[in-house]
């Protein structure tokens, strides 16, 4: 397998009121051509901003990448001018949101959308992309895709809209496509359905995806690798399955004890006691250590490093420190 | 009111809503729904079918084009607005988003303490003993009472929401997807807590929801909603074991489990149709796998296939 992005040690802080504050501390993650990975964790854990670091997104000011690096194919992203970054946004890698509303413009049409990807990036004709978005409208499954074209995008149900952005995404067969919470806004059956094409498309285009998501389903069904984050940080990595098996830091055990769907036939729920720390307000140490059953004294000392727990499975903890 | 009677009994139930340029939306189009005391009753379905709605006629907050509800025996519908005032605290509702429920500008204090003062009850200080009191049975401290709701994460605005819909000691409380917009580590604890407060208070939910695995987990007994109407109802564990009605077997087939290698999320093709011109015969026809000429053609009923399972399919059988 070719590494296709390798993010070492990556740090984002925020100028506030209250100073500067770290929203991404230290994150390390890769991703092989062609694989999914799925990225969990709760709001604040910094799985989106992970994202939009990758895609030259991190508004700033106020954000700032203070330490860190990402490769892409080689390529040091953060090293690149703003002209280099949106060639490769457009052609490279593209991104797909939770609610498709806030990524389209409202007063153009879908099919200008489209289009406009096209013409910018493939230097297609007018006639031609249209042709073209046509195509890959009705290759995402929207049916009747000439006169989809003429509508603007509160014309079209939240799924519709979903489709349309995930043809605008697809335009350059990007080799990643970043999908943050695609499904989160849309009823089940829906999701069904966006999860089902995204499949479809992954195997068709065999592009290497990173689906960001809370929903611990979507992920076991969808991903063949799972990073689960935590206040800023990686606290375990690997195979799904052994993640669902053998989950080794005691965040990604909570979690899945405490969802109902995992709790079958238990009258009351294993509910994690707390909340989760906001940025500025992480605890010394071990992060998740005030909420965890384990805690010693010890995870008050220093943040754990990811330790190896199997291969290709690594957990933030000092039960499994050798 | 008879020991055996339910604690609500709402009978064809409609919300129809005149649009723009002519047509008339049915967000709810004849339901019947029944929730005995000390149950939590589920009311699922996807967006559009009318499961807020639903909450928001039994706590009259919105007017029924049709339909009557009776509620702890009384003719809801039919009280004067001086009835219903006081019939009022016998209801109550926790809403989705704890951002959005609470007033900024008040303290914790005022947010609880609110139906306390509305309905006159005690004194000044007896409504702070009671707003203390309220604060502890749902997790908070009397510390907390002087914040505002800025100061306070999404499981603990919640958790204030809570003990302001609880003031009055209702009887019967809408939970209009109490936990949907919380973190997952946090559902839990929020869940776990409603069923703490449904034991020691005795209360009856109305429990509205998409979320289905949290449903399986709360509700006692679940009426499934598509397109303004009731397609199935039964007690929870019948309805997850053995889904009768085509459009329960899809939703429940949509899900993705937690499990890798579990069977994918089956998609049922297609949209929900528009509530403004909903499909002749059964509502879910142009959706349903095994629909036939008939289901064009006539209405499905609810019937009753096993004890307290009710279904609205033509092919459904006992």
Same mark, same amino acid.
């Given at each position: 397998?070719?590494?296709?992005?390798?993010?070492?040690?990556?740090?984002?802080?925020?100028?506030?009121?209250?100073?500067?504050?770290?929203?991404?501390?230290?994150?390390?993650?890769?991703?092989?051509?062609?694989?999914?990975?799925?990225?969990?964790?709760?709001?604040?854990?910094?799985?989106?901003?992970?994202?939009?670091?990758?895609?030259?997104?991190?508004?700033?000011?106020?954000?700032?990448?203070?330490?860190?690096?990402?490769?892409?194919?080689?390529?040091?992203?953060?090293?690149?001018?703003?002209?280099?970054?949106?060639?490769?946004?457009?052609?490279?890698?593209?991104?797909?949101?939770?609610?498709?509303?806030?990524?389209?413009?409202?007063?153009?049409?879908?099919?200008?959308?489209?289009?406009?990807?096209?013409?910018?990036?493939?230097?297609?004709?007018?006639?031609?992309?249209?042709?073209?978005?046509?195509?890959?409208?009705?290759?995402?499954?929207?049916?009747?895709?000439?006169?989809?074209?003429?509508?603007?995008?509160?014309?079209?149900?939240?799924?519709?809209?979903?489709?349309?952005?995930?043809?605008?995404?697809?335009?350059?067969?990007?080799?990643?496509?970043?999908?943050?919470?695609?499904?989160?806004?849309?009823?089940?059956?829906?999701?069904?359905?966006?999860?089902?094409?995204?499949?479809?498309?992954?195997?068709?285009?065999?592009?290497?995806?990173?689906?960001?998501?809370?929903?611990?389903?979507?992920?076991?069904?969808?991903?063949?690798?799972?990073?689960?984050?935590?206040?800023?940080?990686?606290?375990?990595?690997?195979?799904?399955?052994?993640?669902?098996?053998?989950?080794?830091?005691?965040?990604?055990?909570?979690?899945?004890?405490?969802?109902?769907?995992?709790?079958?036939?238990?009258?009351?729920?294993?509910?994690?006691?707390?909340?989760?720390?906001?940025?500025?307000?992480?605890?010394?140490?071990?992060?998740?250590?005030?909420?965890?059953?384990?805690?010693?004294?010890?995870?008050?000392?220093?943040?754990?490093?990811?330790?190896?727990?199997?291969?290709?499975?690594?957990?933030?903890?000092?039960?499994?420190?050798? | #009111?008879?020991? @055996?009677?339910?604690?609500?009994?709402?009978?064809?139930?409609?919300?129809?809503?005149?649009?723009?340029?002519? &047509?008339?939306?049915?967000?709810?189009?004849?339901?019947?729904?029944?929730?005995?005391?000390?149950?939590?009753?589920?009311?699922?379905?996807?967006?559009?079918?009318?499961?807020?709605?639903?909450?928001?006629?039994?706590?009259?907050?919105?007017?029924?084009?049709?339909?009557?509800?009776?509620?702890?025996?009384?003719? %809801?519908?039919?009280?004067?607005?001086?009835?219903?005032?006081?019939?009022?605290?016998?209801?109550?509702?926790?809403?989705?988003?704890?951002?959005?429920?609470?007033?900024?500008? #008040?303290?914790?204090?005022?947010?609880?303490?609110?139906?306390?003062?509305?309905?006159?009850?005690?004194?000044?200080?007896?409504?702070?003993?009671?707003?203390?009191?309220?604060?502890?049975?749902?997790?908070?401290?009397?510390?907390?009472?002087?914040?505002?709701?800025?100061?306070?994460?999404? &499981?603990?605005?919640?958790?204030?929401?809570?003990?302001?819909?609880?003031?009055?000691?209702? @009887?019967?409380?809408?939970?209009?997807?109490?936990?949907?917009?919380?973190?997952?580590?946090?559902?839990?604890?929020?869940?776990? %807590?409603?069923?703490?407060?449904?034991?020691?208070?005795?209360?009856?939910?109305?429990?509205?929801?998409? @979320?289905?695995?949290?449903? !399986?987990?709360?509700?006692?007994?679940?009426?499934?909603?598509?397109?303004?109407?009731?397609?199935?109802?039964?007690?929870?564990?019948?309805?997850?074991?053995?889904?009768?009605?085509?459009?329960?077997?899809?939703?429940?087939?949509?899900?993705?489990?937690?499990?890798?290698?579990?069977?994918?999320?089956?998609?049922?093709?297609?949209?929900?149709?528009?509530?403004?011109?909903?499909?002749?015969?059964?509502?879910? !026809?142009? !959706?349903?796998?095994?629909?036939?000429?008939?289901?064009?053609?006539? @209405?499905?009923?609810?019937?009753?296939?096993?004890?307290?399972?009710?279904?609205?399919?033509?092919?459904?059988?006992?």
């Amino acid at each position: 397998m070719t590494r296709l992005i390798e993010i070492e040690d990556l740090a984002v802080s925020f100028r506030t009121d209250r100073g500067e504050v770290e929203a991404l501390s230290g994150v390390s993650l890769h991703l092989d051509e062609g694989e999914v990975l799925g990225v969990v964790g709760e709001s604040g854990c910094g799985k989106s901003l992970t994202a939009l670091a990758i895609m030259g997104l991190v508004p700033s000011p106020p954000g700032r990448i203070t330490r860190g690096r990402i490769a892409f194919a080689g390529r040091d992203l953060l090293g690149l001018d703003e002209a280099a970054m949106t060639r490769i946004r457009g052609e490279q890698i593209a991104m797909i949101f939770q609610e498709p509303m806030s990524a389209l413009n409202p007063v153009f049409t879908v099919g200008e959308q489209v289009a406009e990807v096209l013409r910018v990036h493939e230097g297609l004709g007018r006639t031609a992309a249209r042709e073209r978005a046509a195509q890959l409208l009705a290759r995402v499954g929207i049916p009747d895709p000439a006169r989809r074209l003429g509508q603007y995008p509160h014309e079209l149900s939240g799924g519709l809209r979903q489709r349309v952005m995930i043809a605008a995404a697809l335009a350059c067969r990007p080799k990643l496509l970043i999908a943050d919470e695609p499904t989160t806004a849309l009823d089940v059956t829906i999701q069904a359905q966006i999860l089902a094409l995204l499949a479809d498309l992954q195997r068709e285009f065999g592009m290497a995806t990173m689906l960001i998501t809370h929903d611990l389903g979507v992920v076991a069904q969808v991903v063949t690798r799972v990073v689960v984050m935590y206040a800023g940080k990686v606290v375990e990595e690997g195979p799904v399955e052994a993640v669902f098996e053998r989950p080794s830091h005691p965040y990604t055990a909570a979690l899945m004890r405490s969802i109902p769907a995992l709790a079958e036939g238990v009258s009351r729920l294993p509910a994690i006691p707390g909340t989760v720390p906001a940025p500025g307000a992480w605890p010394r140490g071990c992060r998740f250590a005030p909420r965890c059953t384990h805690a010693v004294p010890e995870c008050g000392a220093g943040v754990p490093p990811l330790y190896p727990v199997a291969p290709g499975h690594h957990a933030a903890c000092i039960r499994h420190a050798a | #009111m008879p020991p @055996d009677a339910p604690l609500l009994a709402a009978q064809n139930l409609a919300k129809h809503y005149k649009v723009r340029g002519g &047509g008339v939306l049915r967000a709810v189009d004849g339901v019947d729904l029944t929730v005995r005391a000390g149950d939590t009753h589920a009311l699922v379905g996807e967006s559009g079918c009318g499961k807020t709605t639903l909450g928001r006629l039994i706590l009259r907050l919105v007017e029924p084009t049709t339909g009557s509800i009776r509620f702890r025996g009384e003719d %809801l519908l039919a009280l004067k607005p001086e009835a219903m005032r006081r019939m009022r605290r016998h209801l109550s509702v926790i809403f989705q988003d704890p951002y959005g429920s609470l007033d900024p500008r #008040m303290t914790v204090a005022e947010i609880v303490g609110e139906p306390l003062r509305i309905f006159g009850q005690g004194t000044r200080a007896e409504r702070r003993a009671r707003v203390e009191a309220l604060l502890a049975q749902v997790g908070l401290t009397p510390a907390h009472a002087t914040r505002h709701p800025h100061e306070f994460s999404g &499981g603990q605005r919640q958790r204030i929401g809570i003990a302001r819909a609880l003031a009055l000691e209702p @009887d019967l409380v809408v939970c209009d997807e109490p936990v949907s917009a919380l973190d997952v580590s946090i559902q839990a604890q929020i869940i776990n %807590l409603l069923q703490d407060l449904q034991q020691s208070h005795g209360l009856t939910y109305l429990f509205v929801a998409h @979320d289905l695995s949290v449903v !399986r987990h709360i509700a006692d007994r679940v009426s499934v909603m598509y397109l303004g109407r009731v397609v199935e109802e039964a007690p929870k564990a019948a309805l997850f074991a053995a889904p009768r009605h085509p459009y329960t077997r899809a939703l429940l087939a949509a899900v993705p489990q937690p499990k890798p290698g579990a069977p994918p999320p089956v998609p049922l093709a297609g949209e929900v149709p528009s509530p403004l011109n909903p499909p002749s015969g059964c509502r879910f !026809r142009t !959706r349903c796998p095994v629909a036939v000429a008939r289901c064009a053609e006539d @209405d499905p009923a609810l019937r009753e296939l096993a004890a307290g399972h009710r279904v609205a399919c033509h092919l459904a059988e006992a």
